[in-house]
């Protein structure tokens, strides 16, 4: 083998290692795993609802008494808490969701079970006051 050969050898090497050493690097990068996630994410048609949460005298309340959805919609509540303490819970998609004072707290989940759900507000005597509605999700 003359020197020549020996060279050019060795440059086939390096730009083989080079371009699997590539390969790996992408097969793992965290982008990858992201750009996945978001293709999933945005296949499901988004439903969105806002509401308030609060209370006056004659009970604890949110704004919106009804959702409706399809099965597989990406479900999107913003609810903001104007008065009181309250939180956001729908035990079938356990979801239990504590609403600070005056900030908007977005809820975001997978209709995933079809039926009649109820939201309601889990601190003492709320639901039974009045703060609850009903997420139907239809096939
Ligand atoms: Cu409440």
């Known amino acids: 083998?003359?020197?020549r050969n020996t060279v050019l050898t060795l440059l086939i090497l390096?730009?083989?290692?080079?371009?699997?050493?590539?390969?790996?690097r992408q097969a793992v990068s965290p982008s990858g795993a992201n750009e996945t996630k978001a293709s999933?994410?945005?296949?499901?048609?988004?439903?969105?609802?806002?509401?308030?949460?609060?209370y006056d005298a004659k009970g604890k309340w949110y704004s919106l008494k009804e959702m409706s959805v399809k099965k597989g919609d990406l479900?999107?509540?913003?609810?903001?808490?104007?008065a009181g303490m309250h939180?956001?819970?729908i035990d079938e998609y356990g979801i239990k969701k504590?609403?600070?004072?005056n900030q908007e707290?977005?809820?975001?989940f997978i209709a995933d079970k079809v039926g009649s759900f109820v939201?309601?507000?889990?601190?003492?005597?709320?639901r039974a006051g009045g703060q609850w509605g009903t997420l139907t999700v239809s096939e």
């Open 105 to 108: 707290v977005v809820v975001e």
């Open 40 to 54: 999933v994410a945005s296949t499901a048609p988004v439903k969105e609802f806002s509401m308030t949460a609060y």
């Open 1 to 3: 083998m003359n020197s």
């Open 14 to 24: 390096v730009v083989i290692g080079g371009y699997f050493a590539l390969r790996s």
């Open 98 to 101: 504590e609403l600070p004072l």
């Open 119 to 126: 939201y309601y507000c889990s601190k003492p005597g709320h």
């Open 87 to 89: 939180d956001f819970t």
């Open 75 to 82: 479900v999107r509540v913003k609810i903001t808490n104007t």
